[in-house]
């Protein structure tokens, strides 16, 4: 799978998406506030690009969540598409839609840069858009969040390795371990990873993580992860790698404590590891599992 066909499955699916919307009930909500772009958040190596959404009634302390789209997607369109604005209104929650430097780009998962604490890539411009929002709006440093869809969920696991001095938890639909990406060169494409070649034990996975923040010894987040059973992009192994990888950190030994069919919805099974950790399995269902707003905010403890 290359690039360009990465591109072209998730501009289709973003049409699929978007036309699935139309007339959907909650497209008669109304906003209350609207999506800008704030220019000045902070360093921002590689020219990321940061749109905040603050509901007009906004709690003390509200809790931040950055939310990353697709390859091929824009803020706009990911915010236009999710219900996480009007849940943002219901529930009093700072929300942040990062976009990548040109229209069309993937996230940076690849690079030295990125995959290092403060080190210069995307991880490092986005954590200071949750720092910049943080600081704006008195955030609540003990409930900021990540999600993403493809590969805004690659980055979900990124962000949640690079730093996990800033999220709580994170919830991501259909992406891959933190670490597998790795070219060495900025936004480069993986395929053994992509195709599912790249295995490691749960140690490995888990010193592949603490390298990225050298010296860390603090919690890592809460870790949900999605994947389709018959999902060509990202081959379906990036499901059991990624459960060993957090499995490793969290120090459990990988095997569901609980296993719960049809959750959150149908086609869906969810497997339970322990209490920082659980894998969703979507049966019959390809690249990518749907963000599922509700179950992210709930596993972020929001709803
Ligand atoms: C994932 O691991 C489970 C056991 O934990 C195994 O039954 C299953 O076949 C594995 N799936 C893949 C795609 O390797
Ligand atoms: C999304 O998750 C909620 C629970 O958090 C569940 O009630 C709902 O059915 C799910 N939706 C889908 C489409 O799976």
Redesign the pocket.
Known sequence: MRFSNLVTALTALSGAKAAAAVGDERDQLVKRASLTQVQNFGDNPSGIKMFLYVPDNLPENPAVVLVLHACAWTAEAFFGTTRYGQLADEHGIVLIFGQTPNDGDCWDVSSDQTLTHDGGGDSTGLANMVRYALDEYNGDPSRVFVTGESSGAMMTQVMAAVYPDLFAAASEFSGEPAGCFYTGTVRGWNSDCAGGQIQHTAEEWAATVRDMYPGYDGEYPRMQVFHGDVDTILH??S??ESVKEWSGIFGYD??PLETLENNPGASLTKYIYGDRLQGIWGHGIGHVVPTNETEALTWFGIL
Do not use: I
């Open positions: 379906v192994n499901f059991n990988g095997t």
